[in-house]
């Protein structure tokens, strides 16, 4: 048998195993339990095969794996669809765990049917079930995290934050702290509601609104839980926006037609963070759609909401007088965009203007709004003055 051929048996051997590792399920993925004094628990999981005559084994992992007892371990299942329940048992003595969450997880290893020649294949399923107990912590205890709505710019932002009792009394009257920052770390506002009594075991949030949020960028929320005996607090990065760079314009001084001329593409980012690589691609065509010239600019660092210029060097020995266009390809980190420029060219005179996006409905929905109001306040005050005048 030649190489090829050892080559395709193998993948179609694979495709087999990826086949029967994925018809594989195990329930329920996940057993909630709560810690009591002293600790045993009893319980199962089920194995699902659809079809098919296979053998597997169970496995408990992780720190807590000794305190596990399972009277079977290797199963073997008949042709056709089964559920094979897997029963355990756990018992933890008293002072073993610490506050907080511990998991317990279960591996199962499917054990294929030898091949040809006396060889074998084992592979692992990576569907795990898992059991995790909760022991409460003493008198209150808060655990928090932040949930961020992203806008864009001149948009509301939502903030939610959960507050978990997972303590063994109630968090009376919890106040939430919400802090939002910049990459300075310069606060730009913050919040402050306070909750009703949160029972042990429950959950209770607090939702904050900010509008009109701030320029494009990368910001912190920052947020504290306090009671009379507990204090809490997490932290989260949110974007507000996306990365963008304006390009202002084409510009070359001293414009000779029929000479090398420096062209410079004035850039500005509205981003909060820095841009490592900046660079342009510029493509020239003539009335009729012909590229008559295609130009790259070195690379810049772009500053956190800085200005920039690139620089390129463009040969116009063969180009005429007339209008051409120019596609500005503008590529920054990972991303890019582009923009088109009508150009006119003389022996002596240059002339670009750079097309800006058009405006998005919600903008061009502002605008009108705030004209509506304009021409509300004028009349208001027109009909005031005529009826003085009368």
């Not at 056709?80 to 897997?86: A, H, L, N, Y």
């Not at 909760?134 to 001149?154: C, F, K, L, Q, W």
């Not at 932002?157 to 009376?172: A, C, D, K, Q």
Request: net charge negative.
């Amino acid at each position: 048998m030649n190489n090829n051929k050892r080559i395709f048996l193998f993948c179609c051997l694979l495709l087999l195993l990826v086949t029967s590792v994925h018809a594989f399920t195990v329930i329920p993925a996940r057993e909630l339990v709560d810690y009591t004094v002293p600790f045993t628990h009893q319980s199962s999981f089920t194995v699902r095969i659809p079809d098919g005559s296979q053998s597997f084994s169970v496995t408990a992992t992780g720190p807590l794996a000794s305190y596990v007892s399972l009277p079977v371990t290797d199963f073997t299942t008949s042709e056709g669809f089964s559920e094979t329940p897997v029963k355990y048992a756990v018992s933890i003595p008293h002072g073993v765990l610490e506050p907080g969450d511990h998991d317990i997880t279960f591996s199962v290893q499917q054990e294929l049917s030898p091949l040809a020649q006396g060889k074998s294949v084992l592979t692992t399923i990576n569907i795990i079930t898992s059991l995790r107990i909760t022991v409460p912590y003493p008198g209150e205890h808060a655990t928090i995290t932040i949930s961020v709505h992203e806008g864009d710019t001149r948009e509301n932002v939502l903030f939610v934050v959960p507050i978990y009792n997972s303590g063994s009394e109630s968090l009376h009257n919890p106040v939430v702290h919400l802090t939002l920052v910049d990459d300075a770390n310069t606060i730009l506002t913050d919040f402050t509601e306070t909750l009703h009594t949160i029972p042990p075991k429950t959950m209770g949030k607090a939702r904050f609104t900010w509008p009109e949020a701030a320029a494009p960028g990368v910001y912190t929320a920052q947020a504290t839980v306090t009671t009379d005996e507990t204090t809490a607090s997490t932290e989260t990065s949110f974007t507000v926006g996306k990365p963008k760079i304006t390009i202002k314009d084409l510009v070359v001084k001293d414009f000779t037609l029929g000479e090398t001329v420096a062209l410079t593409i004035p850039v500005q980012s509205l981003w909060n963070e820095q841009f490592s690589s900046v660079q342009a691609h510029i493509t020239f065509s003539d009335s009729q759609g012909t590229v008559v010239s295609v130009i790259q600019t070195p690379s810049i660092t772009l500053g956190a909401r800085k200005k920039g210029t690139l620089l390129s060097y463009w040969d116009t020995t063969s180009l005429k007088e007339g209008t051409y266009t120019a596609n500005i390809l503008l590529q920054y980190d990972s991303k890019s965009f582009e923009r088109t420029a009508a150009m006119t060219v003389n022996n002596k005179q240059f002339r670009a203007t750079v097309n800006q996006p058009p405006q998005t409905a919600k903008e061009t929905t502002r605008i009108l709004t705030i004209l509506g109001i304009l021409i509300i306040v004028n009349i208001l005050w027109f009909l005031h003055f005529h009826k003085r005048r009368i």
